[in-house]
């Protein structure tokens, strides 16, 4: 869906809309999405802003990706509200002096005539998906010295190999 900043200058433009697997591109990340993703909400322009856009609203999808342990399926059910300001690109070159804070962190730019509400979900549910991406908190990961999913049992190697994450883990909650 195009947000136009033509339209936006006009009015206030609300979405509904449903994303099939496929509409936005997450194959470059290495994940997949597994169900429509839904996302209401609206945009906005701010008055005397000088063509700062608002948008608001919330996505529910559900993401699907490799788990970083045991190389099995790991899957993301997210559901995040977000509310984001986008100001025009011209503006920086015209304010050469804008310093942009720590407080601003939350701004974006656009170009042109718009932007692309697919471009903005997409960057959102890449912001929501946790850095470490495991299938459950409790998985075994893959034996180094056998290479068997430990998920799906023990296998009887030398306990030593054991990776040291879980020794590292220990310590902290003793
Ligand atoms: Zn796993
Ligand atoms: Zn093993």
């Given at each position: 869906?195009?947000?136009?900043?033509?339209?936006?200058?006009?009015?206030?433009?609300?979405?509904?809309?449903?994303?099939?697997?496929?509409?936005?591109?997450?194959?470059?990340e290495n994940l997949d999405?597994?169900?429509?993703?839904?996302?209401?909400?609206?945009?906005?322009?701010?008055?005397?802003?000088?063509?700062?856009?608002?948008?608001?609203?919330?996505?529910?999808?559900?993401?699907g990706s490799q788990c970083d342990r045991c190389l099995g399926r790991a899957s993301f059910?997210?559901?995040?509200?977000?509310?984001?300001?986008?100001?025009?690109?011209?503006?920086?070159?015209?304010?050469?002096?804008?310093?942009?804070?720590?407080?601003?962190?939350?701004?974006?730019?656009?170009?042109?005539?718009?932007?692309?509400?697919?471009?903005?979900?997409?960057?959102?549910?890449?912001?929501?998906?946790?850095?470490q991406r495991v299938c459950a908190?409790t998985c075994k990961g893959i034996c180094p010295v056998c290479g068997r999913n430990r998920n799906e049992g023990?296998c009887?190697?030398?306990?030593?190999?054991?990776d040291?994450r879980?020794?590292?883990?220990?310590?902290?909650?003793?």
């Open positions: 869906m195009w947000l136009s900043v033509k339209e936006l200058e006009l009015r206030r433009v609300p979405f509904d809309e449903t994303f099939e697997p496929g509409a936005i591109d997450f194959s470059g999405q597994v169900t429509p993703l839904r996302a209401t909400g609206s945009a906005e322009m701010l008055a005397h802003s000088g063509g700062e856009i608002r948008v608001k609203g919330q996505y529910t999808v559900e993401i059910p997210l559901t995040a509200s977000f509310d984001l300001y986008y100001r025009p690109m011209a503006e920086i070159a015209r304010e050469e002096e804008v310093e942009i804070d720590e407080g601003e962190a939350e701004i974006g730019f656009y170009e042109g005539g718009g932007m692309q509400l697919e471009d903005i979900l997409r960057e959102q549910v890449l912001l929501a998906l946790p850095m908190e023990e009887g190697c030398s306990v030593s190999a054991v040291d879980w020794g590292a883990l220990r310590n902290l909650t003793n």
